[in-house]
């Protein structure tokens, strides 16, 4: 997968890149991500990136001409590139998104808006589509980028070092995950789930499968929207609410 990252801050996105996961992707050949100063770009000696919004009001506003600049001179070619704004005005992103991007061919290339916004041309013209991650508001588009190459980035063969971790991941499946445990067995008087040291495969399936459906049910019952129940799953849910 090849990304850029336009920026004013490109030390907050190296940092990142520079470790777990996303480190080893990159030393595999598998993940490419060029950080661009997008301050590299302009065309004052104070290298000016925002200014007064028109009509007044609080904040300021970040200018176009930087963003057309980088564009023009780094991706001319709309055909191979795919510009994501991170925005509030954006999808919501999600697994469904994840997995759209990682069967995208073109390069990804995110623009992060800082300050009040980002001048609308930018928005019209340049962008091919925006995303948030969330409805809630954060200081730059910084951390929403992070968060959309780490989430694609998980998805690639060989990009963790067992394939079935990113199969077992909470929504990759349509549920939440089930509980996870390690040792000791038993830690200040709480124990294991003994099925879990059975060394029975089939009820252990069962009981992550249940323990899904129950988080799932308890915490996010909205999932079942789009999540279509199998004729064990009914079993197992009515089984959960017998117990609760």
Partial sequence: MNCSVVTIFPE??????GASIMKRAIAKGLLTVNVHDLRAYTSDKHHTVDDY?????AGMVMKPEPFFRITEELWPDRATRKIILLSPTGRKFDQNCAEELLGEEKELVFFCGRYEAIDERVHQYLADEEISVGDY?????ELPSLV????????IPGALGDCRSAEADSF???LLDYPHYTRPEIFSGKEVPP????????EVSRW??????KATLMKR???????TLSEDDMKLLDEIKEEN
């Fill in 12 to 17: 907050v996105i190296n940092a990142y890149l």
């Fill in 53 to 57: 919004p028109y009509g007044g009001g």
């Fill in 137 to 141: 508001v954060l200081t730059g588009g």
């Fill in 148 to 155: 959309i190459i780490d989430a694609v980035t998980r998805l």
């Fill in 172 to 174: 990759s499946s349509g």
């Fill in 195 to 202: 099925v879990l040291l059975s060394g029975n495969h089939s």
């Fill in 208 to 213: 992550r499968k249940k323990q899904a459906l």
């Fill in 221 to 227: 019952p909205d999932l079942f929207d789009t999540y």
